[in-house]
Structure formats: C-alpha cells, structure tokens
C-alpha cells in the first residue's frame, strides 16, 4: 500500500506569490463590470475554495473573510454577506481537504458542488433577511459553472508546481 495514489505526480510547494497572485486576479475579474449573468462564476470562491482545499495553512477562513469583505465594499451589498458565504466555504473546504485530495479531478468537482451551492444559498439568504427579493432559480446555475471550472482551475493552478516528469541522476523524484 503507497502513501500516494497510483500515477499521481508530486508537486512542488506552492509559491505565496503565486498564490496571492491567483486571488487578485480573481478578486480583480469579480470586480469587472460584467453585468449581472446567472452563469457568471464567482472566480473568487473558486480560487479560495481550490487553495483552501490544496493550502489549508496558508488560506483560511480569515483571509476568505476578508475578501468577502472586499467584495461586499465593491458590490455595495450588505456588509458581511460575502464575508460570512466565503468564510463558510473555506472553513469546508478546508474540513474536507483531505478526504476530496485522494479523488480523481472530476470525482472532486462533483464534491466541491455542493459547497459552491451552499456559499450560493448563504449570500441568498442574508440578502433576503435584509429585504431583497428571491433573485430566481437561474441564480444557482453559477454553482454549477464553478464546479465545471474545477477542473480547469485544477490544471492551471497547479501548473506552477508539477515536476519534471522524467528523473534522471540529478532528480531522483
């Protein structure tokens, strides 16, 4: 029995550069003026929910909640709602890391499915309490868009860390 999975390649560390990187270009695509499109993913969630999941030590609920922050001050929405929705979701994604890492990529996309769906409800939720209207069932099409990215995400956010696939006398891994 291996530690890993079979045909899986390991990875460098993840550089903090490139990490924080990652999250101002997603925060900075959330901020876009794209209109208001049901499937219009949050790249921001999925960028924080995919280094929760492979960085837990590093991204955290706190840092999700301060973009959260940064998000609600940008969209002009009730103080908290991104925050709380944010924080919520890498404090799960988190709490699944380990289990969601020993599946294949697709396998994990379905997993991180209902989180998105959840992070969804929540920014739903609160804004009803405060008064809003039900934005409609074509809302939670975005769900599914950040799952279907999952993989993509997978591919370019790891990027930076594969290996060299062949080793020789200078890299034995």
């Known amino acids: 029995m291996s530690i890993m ?4 390649q390991l990875l460098l560390p993840a550089s903090p550069l490139f990490m924080a990187f990652t999250l101002l270009v997603a925060l900075v695509f959330n901020m876009l003026p794209l209109g208001r499109s049901a499937v219009l993913p949050d790249l921001l969630a999925l960028t924080l929910a995919f280094w929760s999941v492979h960085q837990p ?5 706190g840092l999700s909640f301060f ?7 940008h969209q002009g929405a009730l103080l908290g709602q991104h925050a709380l929705a944010y924080a919520l979701l890498a404090f ?3 709490a699944l890391h380990r289990r969601l ?3 294949p990529v697709l396998q994990q996309a379905m997993q991180v499915l209902p989180l998105f769906l959840a992070m969804h409800l929540v920014v739903v939720f ?3 309490a ?9 809302y939670f099409i975005a769900p599914v868009v950040e799952a279907a ?3 993509v995400a997978t591919v370019l956010l790891l990027a930076p860390q594969r290996r060299a696939p062949d080793p020789d006398e200078n890299r034995p891994l």
């Open 101 to 103: 890492l020993w599946f």
């Open 126 to 128: 609160v804004r009803m």
């Open 92 to 94: 799960f994604a988190i």
């Open 149 to 151: 990215l999952w993989p």
């Open 5 to 8: 999975p079979r045909g899986d």
């Open 130 to 138: 405060a008064g809003d209207l039900f934005p409609g069932w074509q």
């Open 67 to 73: 973009f959260g922050l940064l998000m609600d001050v």
């Open 57 to 61: 030590r590093r991204i955290g609920v």
